[in-house]
């Protein structure tokens, strides 16, 4: 069960670039882009909303007007949603201390704070509660992966007191890493330098942990998921679909694949592991889609195999062509029998010619 607290606030940073996912983010920001059939912060917003947040400031900076238009005051989801917007970026610690300013939290209470490209399962109700009871400065809710050198590297006593915070470290110490969801006391932010750039990872924690104050882990192992580079991204998307993670925000039964109103998958084609077809997309007759993103307006072509791969909004795949760990940018038209594999890459309205690029003479 999970277990929801009166009132919550929380911070969301959405500013980064996103650039580990270009050219998808050239358009939109990684927080908007469209997962499982709705823009990915929707289901951090309901699954928040579930554990009793109920006000939230967005810390935008990479283009910041995008995200009012798409989730207004928040009425819609339960929620009243407040924008703060960064002149230029500040950085995770200058952002939450910008955004900080459309807080009502008096100075002892708690406040969640979450990176903006995480899918969680773990039970922020309870990160908050031993927050308190162990009057934290700081809780960190901490996951563990198989390469902690990406990630920020936390390593904790055997009373869950964080001993150092280590930021992309070449020579991490465990493989327990921050999983981008904290519980803040109110005062503690009020202490990062206003109008500054200032990293959480790199100076705020590390400081925090010098100067004796209390930061504190959250060890958990539940689904847990950094969507910021293509393959996790498609990842998210699909585990979305499949309930692997349960969300409130999925537009429709968890399955094999969701399609989005209009959609047309032929009856003819082949789409399973979790696919998402967007809104009036066409999957024509011997096509197969696995795993994978197709967004709005795209059509498969006849025949063709799409794998792990995201399609952008309006992209051409036509017939016979197979990606595999693709991503095709909004417009894009890969023309009939291409091979697209690992991490292959096509520019916004790009148009490639039949078979302009393959990667092996058997398909
Ligand atoms: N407003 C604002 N301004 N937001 C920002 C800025 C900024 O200048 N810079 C980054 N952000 C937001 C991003 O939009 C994202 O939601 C969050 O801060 C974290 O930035 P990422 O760029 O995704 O960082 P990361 O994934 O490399 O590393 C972070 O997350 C890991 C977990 O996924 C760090 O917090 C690591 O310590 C952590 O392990
Ligand atoms: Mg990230």
Redesign the pocket.
């Given at each position: 069960m999970e277990s929801s607290l009166p009132d919550l606030e929380a911070i969301l940073?959405?500013?980064?670039q996103?650039t580990r996912l270009r050219p998808l983010t050239l358009g939109t920001p990684?927080?908007l882009l469209p997962t499982a059939g709705v823009p990915f912060l929707a289901h951090q917003l309901a699954r928040a909303r579930s554990f009793g947040v109920r006000r939230i400031v967005f810390?935008?900076?990479y283009k910041a007007s995008m995200f009012e238009p798409v989730f207004g005051d928040g009425a819609a989801l339960g929620l009243e949603l407040v924008y703060m917007t960064?002149e230029e970026?500040?950085?995770?610690g200058?952002?939450i201390r910008n955004a900080a300013q459309g807080l009502t939290a008096g100075p002892a209470d708690p406040v969640l704070v979450l990176?903006?490209?995480?899918l969680s399962g773990h039970d922020i109700g309870d990160q908050v509660r031993r927050h308190v009871a162990r009057e934290a400065a700081v809780t960190l809710h901490l996951t563990e992966v198989d390469d902690p050198t990406?990630?920020?590297c936390v390593p904790t006593d055997d009373e869950d007191r964080v001993t150092a915070f280590l930021?992309k470290t070449p020579t991490p110490v465990t493989n327990r890493?921050?999983?981008?969801c904290y519980v803040f006391t109110r005062s503690v932010i009020d202490t990062i330098p206003a109008g500054e750039v200032v990293s959480v990872?790199r100076q705020t924690f590390p400081g925090l942990i010098a100067s004796g104050e209390l930061v504190l882990g959250y060890p958990d192992r539940t689904y847990w998921l950094?969507v910021?580079t293509p393959a996790a991204f498609v990842r998210g998307s699909r585990d979305l679909v499949l309930g692997r993670l349960a969300s409130p925000a999925l537009p429709g039964p968890a399955g094999e694949f969701l399609t989005l109103p209009g959609a047309r998958v032929s009856a003819e084609a082949k789409v399973t592991g979790g696919t998402a077809v967007g809104a009036r997309a066409v999957v024509e007759a011997g096509a197969s889609v696995a795993g994978s993103v197709l967004g709005d307006d795209c059509v498969i072509g006849e025949g063709a195999s799409v794998t792990d791969s995201v399609v952008g909004r309006g992209a051409h795949v036509r017939s016979g062509t197979v990606l595999r760990d693709a991503v095709i940018g909004d417009r894009a038209v890969v023309g009939p029998g291409n091979e697209l594999l690992a991490g292959s890459r096509v520019w916004p309205g790009v148009e490639l010619p039949e078979c302009a690029v393959r990667f092996s003479s058997d398909v």
């Amino acid at each position: 069960m999970e277990s929801s607290l009166p009132d919550l606030e929380a911070i969301l940073l959405v500013g980064g670039q996103g650039t580990r996912l270009r050219p998808l983010t050239l358009g939109t920001p990684k927080p908007l882009l469209p997962t499982a059939g709705v823009p990915f912060l929707a289901h951090q917003l309901a699954r928040a909303r579930s554990f009793g947040v109920r006000r939230i400031v967005f810390a935008t900076s990479y283009k910041a007007s995008m995200f009012e238009p798409v989730f207004g005051d928040g009425a819609a989801l339960g929620l009243e949603l407040v924008y703060m917007t960064e002149e230029e970026p500040l950085g995770t610690g200058g952002a939450i201390r910008n955004a900080a300013q459309g807080l009502t939290a008096g100075p002892a209470d708690p406040v969640l704070v979450l990176n903006g490209d995480i899918l969680s399962g773990h039970d922020i109700g309870d990160q908050v509660r031993r927050h308190v009871a162990r009057e934290a400065a700081v809780t960190l809710h901490l996951t563990e992966v198989d390469d902690p050198t990406r990630f920020g590297c936390v390593p904790t006593d055997d009373e869950d007191r964080v001993t150092a915070f280590l930021e992309k470290t070449p020579t991490p110490v465990t493989n327990r890493i921050n999983a981008g969801c904290y519980v803040f006391t109110r005062s503690v932010i009020d202490t990062i330098p206003a109008g500054e750039v200032v990293s959480v990872e790199r100076q705020t924690f590390p400081g925090l942990i010098a100067s004796g104050e209390l930061v504190l882990g959250y060890p958990d192992r539940t689904y847990w998921l950094d969507v910021g580079t293509p393959a996790a991204f498609v990842r998210g998307s699909r585990d979305l679909v499949l309930g692997r993670l349960a969300s409130p925000a999925l537009p429709g039964p968890a399955g094999e694949f969701l399609t989005l109103p209009g959609a047309r998958v032929s009856a003819e084609a082949k789409v399973t592991g979790g696919t998402a077809v967007g809104a009036r997309a066409v999957v024509e007759a011997g096509a197969s889609v696995a795993g994978s993103v197709l967004g709005d307006d795209c059509v498969i072509g006849e025949g063709a195999s799409v794998t792990d791969s995201v399609v952008g909004r309006g992209a051409h795949v036509r017939s016979g062509t197979v990606l595999r760990d693709a991503v095709i940018g909004d417009r894009a038209v890969v023309g009939p029998g291409n091979e697209l594999l690992a991490g292959s890459r096509v520019w916004p309205g790009v148009e490639l010619p039949e078979c302009a690029v393959r990667f092996s003479s058997d398909v």
